[in-house]
């Protein structure tokens, strides 16, 4: 029978939420430099397509000013 470790408990290194969103939008750039924000928004939360942020929003009890609040810090930094 196998010992299942988790990588964290050996290395000591956890990746917090915030890196995982940074990292995520990062990659969302990477493969589409031309994408709007709201737009990196939606493909991170897995949005139907053809859908607006507000949209999407609103099926989710939030605005899209709030989704753009939380977001703005990991998709405009370098």
């Known amino acids: 029978m196998a010992m299942i470790i988790n990588a964290y408990k050996l290395t000591g290194y956890v990746i917090t939420n915030e890196i995982f969103t ?7 750039k990477k493969n589409n430099p031309q994408i709007t924000f ?12 053809d859908i607006s942020l507000e949209q999407f929003a609103i099926t989710k009890m939030r605005t899209a000013d709030s989704y753009r609040k939380v977001f703005q810090d990991y998709f405009y930094t370098k």
């Open 22 to 28: 940074k990292i995520e939008f990062d990659k969302i």
């Open 38 to 49: 709201d737009n990196a928004i939606l493909l991170f939360e897995n949005a139907p397509k």
